[in-house]
C-alpha cells in the first residue's frame, strides 16, 4: 500500500510539472461558424496543441471584438487575420505582430443569370469586415451593399436568390461558378487579399517556425489546395513586404 501511494504520489507530481512547464498561449477566433477565418483557427487550435501548447481558446466570433482583444492582450497571443481588414480595422501588419502570410488570393465579384437584363440598383453581398466606402467607390454607385457575416453566409444567400452579385473569396466564388446560377471573376479592381497569422506579446520568429510546420499537416494542405489558394514563398521580410504593399490598396482615398 505505502508504495501504492508513492507511486500515485510521483504520477500526480511529474503531471503537475508536465503542465508548468507546458507553454501557453492563447488563441483568438474572430471567425463565425462557415468562414474561412473560422475555418483556418480551428486548424491552428489543432495544430498548437499536437504540438504541446496549452491552447486558452477564446471563441469571440467578431473581427472587432476581436481585433480588441487581440491588443489589448498581455500574455502571448495569436490571431489569423487578413490584409483586407487593417483600415477598418486600425491594426496593420509591422515587424512585431507580423507571423506568416499563410495565401494570397484575388478577389471575386460573381453576379447571377437572373440580373444580367435587371434595371436600376443591384444588391451585391459583401463581408462585415469590408468598408463599404471602399466597395462603393470600385463599384461604382449603381449597387447596394448587403453585409454579410461570413464567405459562407454570402454563398448561401446569392443562391437563395437574396441579391444579385456578391464580393467573395476565391473558394466560394468557385463553388458558385459549380452551381450553374451565375457566372463570377477575378476582380482586376479590387485589391488582392493575404490571408496572414499575427501575434501579440509573443517571439513571432519562434511561433512562425511553429505555425509554418501546421501548415504542412494534410488538412491545412487539403484546404489550400481544394480551394486554389497560392501561398508566398519567400523570407518573412519577403512576407511582410509583400502584405504591407498589398494592405495599401484597401485604402479608401
Known sequence: MKKLRLALLFLILATSARAETQESITLINSGKAGGSFNARTLMYKE???????????ENIGKISQAVKMFKESNEPTIMVYANNQVYNQDLFHTDDN??????????????????????????????????????????????????????????????????????????NSFKYIESGHGTCEASDVLPVMVATVIGNNIDVQAIREVIFDITMD????????????????????????????????????
Open 98 to 171: 507580423f507571423i506568416m502570410a499563410e495565401y494570397k488570393q484575388p478577389l471575386y465579384v460573381c453576379r447571377t443569370n437572373h440580373s444580367k437584363d435587371k434595371k436600376g440598383k443591384l444588391t451585391v453581398a459583401h463581408g462585415k469586415g469590408y468598408d463599404p466606402r471602399l466597395l462603393t467607390a470600385l463599384l461604382g454607385d449603381r449597387v447596394t451593399l448587403v453585409p454579410y457575416k461570413n464567405s459562407s453566409a454570402m454563398l448561401k444567400g446569392i443562391l437563395g436568390g437574396d441579391v444579385d452579385m456578391m464580393v467573395n473569396n476565391q473558394g
Open 47 to 57: 495544430g498548437l496543441i499536437a504540438a504541446g501548447y496549452s491552447v486558452k481558446f
Open 218 to 253: 494534410i488538412k491545412f494542405i487539403e484546404y489550400h489546395r481544394s480551394r486554389k489558394l497560392v501561398r508566398p514563398t519567400g523570407t518573412w521580410k519577403d512576407e511582410l513586404i509583400l502584405t504591407q504593399e498589398l494592405e495599401k490598396g484597401y485604402e479608401v482615398k
